[in-house]
């Protein structure tokens, strides 16, 4: 929702001033589930990660579902991981580490930096213990919308 506002502000801007704007699009962030998905979990003795995640980049704050995937759409990334209830990762890829029987994303979304809330009406699944359930965000052209960010970033 931010995300389209935000775009047709900007080409709003653009057609004032008569500027092309033919490179950024306004796209879809309507989240098509893939499936679930398997994430490394092996530790070293100070439980930091031996292996990189299966979707690299991690989304610290988020709100919901579709937050976590319009943050990752944002980034030009064209997958959003949901994991253990409450985290989001990003990525270009995520079969890394192969997949999982979709019963093991088996987690209600909850609430970000509340362990125990869940979000209110949700019957979404948020992956698992050390599964994701992945999100393609459907329209998503990362090189385009990067060429945008940067852009606007500028």
């Not at 499936?35 to 070293?44: E, I, M, N, P, V």
């Not at 995640?53 to 976590?68: N, V």
């Amino acid at each position: 929702m931010f995300l389209r506002r935000i775009s047709a502000f900007v080409l709003g801007i653009f057609s004032l001033i008569g500027l092309s704007y033919s490179y950024i699009e306004v796209v879809d962030t309507n989240p098509d589930m893939i499936g679930c998905y398997k994430d490394d979990k092996a530790l070293d003795d100070n439980f930091r990660l031996v292996q990189p995640r299966a979707l690299g980049y991690e989304i610290q704050h988020f709100s919901s579902k579709q937050d976590c995937v319009d943050q990752c759409a944002d980034r030009g990334f064209p997958y959003a991981g949901l994991q253990n209830g409450d985290l989001c990762f990003c990525g270009n890829t995520f079969d890394k580490y192969g997949r999982a029987d979709d019963k093991e994303c088996n987690i209600k979304c909850r609430k970000p930096d509340d362990p125990v809330e869940y979000v209110e009406n949700s019957f979404e699944s948020c992956g698992g213990r050390w599964r994701n359930s992945v999100y393609a965000v459907t329209g998503v052209k990362s090189a385009e919308r990067k060429a945008a960010l940067k852009w606007w970033e500028q």
